[in-house]
């Protein structure tokens, strides 16, 4: 039985620092590496991604769209990363961001958590826009195996607010009761729980009590959506030690050679390393 997914985390990011790198094969960056844009073209920019990023940083996360655009043999491809990165010491997050209700969740949950699916990643997106209590599925076998989930709570793009920042009869922000359901989750866990939030660097200034988390928070919006260092103290105030910072397309732009691609997520980490604690 594999420890929890947190404890990974944390002994990862001790080790390789606090860093995501994202991996989004976008069309225009298989075209800017020299690739074609179809399956042999995403296979050779994944493995590559390997390349650079295993053994390298604490956690790297495929973003499934960009698999999926390719229909199953994407899809082939994303299992062979997931597999690749196994063993690694580098942890996978599948950016899927699931969210359906309970029953169907639960076969969700199977696919990226469950004990020798071909798409089990360390830790998943899930969104908890139909409610918390439908992520249970998820909650229940991520906990069974070891593995993690990471909680969209404020994300980076500014239609979010709309429903993340609306607030309850009693004034509290739907938000932040994510954050309160986490919370709760991860109550007495050491050295951190395995249910995460995912708040983008992007939002400014939030009105959200961290306090209570003990758990990970995922932050994408570095470089191409225009978060910088100082963003790190400016959204996450004292809880910026507990952040992990999460960038794409800012990395990715360095490829196609395996060894700028590395030493680009390595910059983009110790660079905002300084900020971070
Ligand atoms: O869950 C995510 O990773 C995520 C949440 C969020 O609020 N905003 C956000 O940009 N993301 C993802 O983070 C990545 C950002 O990519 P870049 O903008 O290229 O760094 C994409 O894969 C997004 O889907």
């Keep these: 039985m594999r420890a929890p997914f947190g404890a990974r985390l944390a002994a990862a990011v001790a080790e390789r620092g606090p860093l995501c790198a994202g991996i989004d094969p976008h069309p225009s960056l ?12 995403l296979e050779r920019f994944a493995m590559t991604c390997v390349e650079a990023f295993a053994g390298e940083v604490a956690i790297v996360k495929p973003q499934s769209a960009f698999f ?32 359906d209700i309970g029953s169907t969740m639960a076969a969700y949950a199977q696919a990226y958590l469950g004990e020798g699916s071909p798409l089990a990643a ?19 076998l991520a906990e069974r195996t070891g593995r993690g989930l990471f909680v969209l709570a404020l994300t980076s793009n500014k239609e979010g607010p709309q429903v993340q920042r ?33 708040i983008g660097a992007t939002v400014g200034r939030t009105e959200l009590d961290l306090s209570r988390l003990n758990g990970p928070i995922l932050a994408p919006g570095f470089g191409a959506q225009g978060a910088g260092a100082a963003d790190l103290a400016k959204v996450f105030g004292d809880h910026r030690r507990h952040v992990l910072p999460a960038s794409s397309r800012d990395i990715l732009r360095h490829g196609p050679g395996a060894t700028a691609l590395r030493d680009a997520a390595l910059r983009v980490r110790d660079a905002l390393a300084v900020h971070a604690r």
């Design 122 to 140: 360390d830790a998943v997106t899930v969104s908890p826009y139909l409610g918390f209590g439908s992520l249970e599925p998820a909650l229940d």
């Design 166 to 198: 609306a607030r309850s009869a009693d004034g509290v922000p739907v938000a932040q009761t994510m954050v309160d359901e986490a919370a709760a989750r991860n109550e007495g866990t050491d050295p951190l729980g395995s249910v995460g939030l995912v």
């Design 68 to 99: 999926e655009a390719h229909g199953s043999a994407g899809v082939a491809v994303l299992e062979k990363l997931i597999a690749a990165f196994r063993g690694s010491g580098t942890l996978v997050l599948a950016d899927v961001k699931r969210g």
């Design 30 to 41: 298989l075209e800017q590496w020299g690739l074609p844009c179809d399956a042999i073209g």
